[in-house]
């Protein structure tokens, strides 16, 4: 196969999101779509997430992570989209050059009306959370040891210990189990989950494992190899509670302490990143600021569901190919979306109100402190109630989704800004 | 008859909401939050609890050496190590598409295991 230099639309990263973001934009008019995929096969961390919980709203089936990401690489292939593997891009310019290199097809310079960012996101690593203690071998991020797990086919250890309740950690040791190991323990500095509760109900109660909130790892044990961790108790503030220290012996310790988007690529383009999400600043089709670069996926803020996901890359990949074929629209006006009370973040970051004609306009946001009790998700246009909307609580760990609908075209579109707040009922 | 008062999590979904579930010893009589599938997922999951198994098994000949599978069903969680146990067992061969039947009705329980992807092989 040989590739051209010119793109209508190039995505970089082939998981749900770049999937969906090309597939999209194909079947909205986009000419010719090029993904272009570090890895020696599409499907990004989908194929390592063996487990089932994928598709559900998507649809309506429950399925393992590669069953999902089958469907859409089957889809991408047959509506003609093209993929560059094993290929690492090293660069994209705001004029939307790519530079990439491979084994296989060397330097190259290609150059796209649009590009798509899909690259994912990373696993927080033990010096980003700095944990004391000695550094033997042993002490590796989740999703280490799960590609390690489902793909490779080795097991990194016999006794584990994981920090963090994520749902990747909780997930790893129910699978971890399955392959014959023992996990002692679940630890979480925060008072309350931070993964889904499904998993833990189904990842650590079905199989005993215990968890423990406001607790975490004081210091590793080990010179060669990881012999103990000590746990400890925290208080609110994350310090340690003298007199709860307890040596749980064991060989690894997994950390499942969150996902950061992956961004350096964006940021060499010039991309604006939100610094509460981590990722770029987008508008309600996933533009960044700059024009004719998109964003879909874990890359823009990390999601609690790929089929949240692929919604995404569906929205970018559509205005993506909205805007090669009619060229930047000129915008009369963008609102501005603000988090407010008990919000942390709110994406997109601004709407175009007149986006408002063709159809809702979805707006995810994620709740600063828990509300056990049923909650009102409120968006205002400065002291106006435009819309609300009642959920019956509000979790840090479970993304909040609203909708606003066309009827409200004329209120949004005469509102200098819009601000979200999650408060009690 | 006396009845009892429980607390289920569903996992039918991720939302996993918390059912309250009135029951006598046999039936389940009352699910309290939730929709049409919790209420359903109560009266399994206090009768005959199933979950969807995910595992792997070994294959030649492919770029790696593990194929992702999953049940065709959710699965008789008490018969969950046996099934693990069987598919410790298997080695399949290349070439293996997405949804083939790996094994059929897996220790008589009517349910298959299914490949979770495609597989070719590699030259």
Redesign the interface.
């Known amino acids: 196969m040989t590739f051209k230099d010119r793109y209508d639309m190039v995505v970089i990263g082939s998981g749900p999101g770049g999937l969906a973001a090309a597939i999209s934009a194909k079947k909205n008019g986009a000419q010719d779509v090029l993904v272009i995929e570090r890895d020696?096969?599409p499907?990004g961390i989908l194929?390592q997430c063996?487990?089932?919980?994928f598709g559900?709203e998507v649809f309506k089936q429950?399925?393992?992570?590669?069953?999902y990401?089958?469907?859409f690489i089957?889809e991408a292939y047959q509506v003609g989209v093209d993929f560059l593997l094993d290929t690492m891009v090293l660069e994209i310019t705001r004029d939307h050059r790519i530079t990439a290199t491979s084994k296989r097809y060397g330097f190259l310079n290609i150059q796209a009306k649009a590009v798509v960012l899909a690259m994912g996101c990373r696993e927080r690593t033990r010096a980003q959370v700095r944990l004391p203690g000695a550094r033997p071998a042993g002490v590796f991020t989740a999703g280490t040891a799960q590609r390690w797990v489902?793909?490779?086919?080795y097991m990194p250890g016999k006794n584990f210990v994981i920090l963090g309740s994520g749902d990747i950690g909780m997930i790893m040791a129910r699978r971890l189990t399955?392959e014959g190991a023992k996990v002692e323990r679940v630890l979480e500095v925060m008072p309350y989950l931070s993964g889904?509760?499904?998993n833990?109900?189904?990842c650590l109660m079905?199989y005993d494992i215990q968890l423990q909130l406001m607790h975490t790892v004081k210091n590793i044990i080990g010179k060669k190899r990881v012999e103990a961790i000590e746990a400890v108790a925290v208080d609110e503030k994350w310090n340690y509670i003298p007199g709860t220290e307890e040596i749980i012996p064991c060989d690894t310790l997994l950390l499942s302490v969150g996902l950061i988007p992956e961004n350096e690529l964006s940021r060499q383009a010039g991309v604006l990143i939100d610094p509460v999400t981590a990722g770029p600043f987008v508008d309600d089709g996933f533009q960044t600021n700059i024009p004719g670069i998109f964003s879909a996926g874990n890359v823009v803020h990390v999601y609690?569901?790929v089929d949240w996901v692929t919604e995404a890359g569906l929205i970018a990949g559509k205005s993506a190919a909205r805007l090669i074929q009619a060229g930047p629209q000129k915008t009369e006006k963008v609102i501005p979306v603000k988090a407010g009370e008990n919000v942390r973040y709110v994406v997109p970051h601004t709407l175009n109100p007149d986006h408002l004609i063709e159809g809702e306009i979805r707006v995810q946001m994620r709740v600063r402190q828990p509300i056990e009790a049923p909650v009102w998700v409120e968006v205002r246009s400065g002291e106006r109630l435009l819309h609300r909307k009642p959920e019956?609580y509000a979790r840090p760990g479970e993304m909040v989704t609203i909708f606003l609908k066309p009827a409200l075209l004329d209120e949004v579109k005469a509102a200098n800004g819009l601000s979200v707040a999650i408060a009690k009922r | 008859m006396p009845t009892i008062e429980e607390k289920v999590v569903c996992v039918t979904c991720p939302k996993g909401c918390t059912l309250q579930v009135t029951r006598d010893v046999q039936t389940v009589l009352k699910v309290g939050n939730g929709c049409k599938r919790g209420y359903e997922y109560a009266r399994q999951e206090l009768t005959d609890p199933r979950r969807m198994v995910a595992s792997s098994v070994r294959i030649t000949g492919a770029l790696h050496p593990l194929l992702p599978v999953y049940t065709s069903a959710p699965f008789p969680k008490p018969r969950i190590p046996e099934l693990l146990a069987i598919l410790r067992m298997v080695e399949v061969k290349t070439p293996v598409t997405l949804d083939q039947t790996i094994l059929e009705d897996v220790l008589g329980t009517g349910i298959n295991i299914h490949a979770s992807r495609d597989m070719s092989k590699i030259t």
């Open positions: 020696v096969e499907g194929l063996i487990h089932n919980g559900v429950d399925l393992p992570g590669p069953a990401a089958q469907r089957n489902n793909v490779e086919g399955f889904l509760t499904r833990y109900v189904q079905d609690d569901l019956p």
